[in-house]
């Protein structure tokens, strides 16, 4: 099968399309013939090894431990293992491998609680946008920031892949939301639910003088102090990730999560470090939100297989909007 490969840590010039043995399915795994896959900030930085300290946490020290780039995917099922009770052959699915990586590829085999049905009024393109961004989102707002309806989020990073989720997500759970993103963004912000939308490169809404129940930090480019400016007495900071930076870094967005460590349990808000792993049921959860039209993914561009050094390149670049998508 194809699949797009990587031995070293890099550019994504260090990614090569190659030929490779398919995967099979055992015990209670599935085989699936994928139709489309979706680009993440993950998938950046395990490219590039970058923060350094990140080799350190399982990805692979010298290189990527995982050869096949790409977690979040979207296809048919080939084949199932003799333990497999949920799905057959022909079903539509889609989900999560995780840090085993390997989406981007004709074929993946992964375990039946990291796979959900497709909802039937998503495209395959859209359901393979879905899970990483999807369930760092859900878990985000729903588990770790604990939103109930009424109360006011922020969510900081609006218009990327995970931030558009959550716009959606926030509102499915009865919150007022304030969307942080560039004026460009605005109208796309808007059109999947945001109540409030803030232009960062205008408004430093740490200053704006609004203090929020929950902010969700997906960008992280504000200090602790800032950030707790903006929410109120007893509200909660949860930090999620970085985006893409600029490479080269020990730390990267890593050095603000361990500060939220540190600084946590000294003070009455609550500085959260979210921390997220594919299952089952946060993957059940999107699905029967998108059945209940609360959910739609966002796609800004899609590449072929082929192209997967340019959308990775594209996502380097920071400037993507909403998902970038693999079609097979």
Not at 76 to 100: M, Q, Y
Request: net charge neutral; with cysteine.
């Amino acid at each position: 099968m194809k699949a797009i490969v990587q031995d070293r840590y890099g550019s994504p010039d260090s990614l090569e399309l190659r030929d490779v043995e398919p995967p099979t399915a055992s015990g209670t795994e599935v085989l699936v013939r994928v139709r489309a896959a979706s680009v993440n900030a993950y998938d950046w930085h395990v490219m590039r090894g970058d923060p350094y300290l990140a080799r350190l946490t399982g990805i692979g020290v010298t290189g990527p431990g995982r050869k096949v780039r790409g977690r979040d995917f979207a296809g048919t099922v080939e084949a199932v293992g003799r333990d497999v009770r949920r799905f057959r052959p022909g079903d539509e699915v889609f989900g999560d491998l995780g840090t085993a990586d390997g989406a981007f590829a004709e074929y993946v085999s992964v375990p039946e609680d990291l796979v959900e049905t497709k909802p039937a009024t998503w495209t395959f393109e859209q359901a393979a946008a879905v899970p990483l961004a999807g369930l760092t989102a859900l878990k985000g707002l729903r588990d770790t920031g604990k939103l109930r309806p009424g109360r006011h989020v922020l969510i900081n990073g609006a218009s990327g892949g995970v931030g558009t989720f959550a716009v959606q997500i926030a509102k499915a759970l009865g919150a007022t939301v304030t969307a942080v993103c560039s004026a460009r963004n605005a109208g796309l912000v808007a059109s999947v639910g945001a109540d409030h939308v803030i232009d960062y490169t205008r408004e430093d809404f740490t200053r704006g003088g609004i203090r929020y129940d929950l902010v969700f930090d997906l960008v992280g480019n504000h200090s602790l102090t800032g950030l707790r400016r903006a929410l109120t007495p007893g509200g909660t900071a949860v930090l999620s990730g970085g985006g893409v930076f600029d490479g080269g870094s020990l730390t990267g967005p890593m050095w603000l999560m361990m500060k939220a460590k540190l600084v946590a349990p000294f003070v009455r808000q609550q500085l959260v470090v979210l921390t997220t792993a594919p299952d089952r049921e946060a993957l059940t959860a999107l699905r029967q939100l998108a059945e209940a039209g609360d959910l739609t993914p966002v796609i800004d561009r899609t590449y072929r297989l082929d192209e997967v050094r340019d959308a990775l390149r594209y996502v380097e670049t920071d400037h993507a909007r909403a998902k970038v998508v693999i079609t097979m």
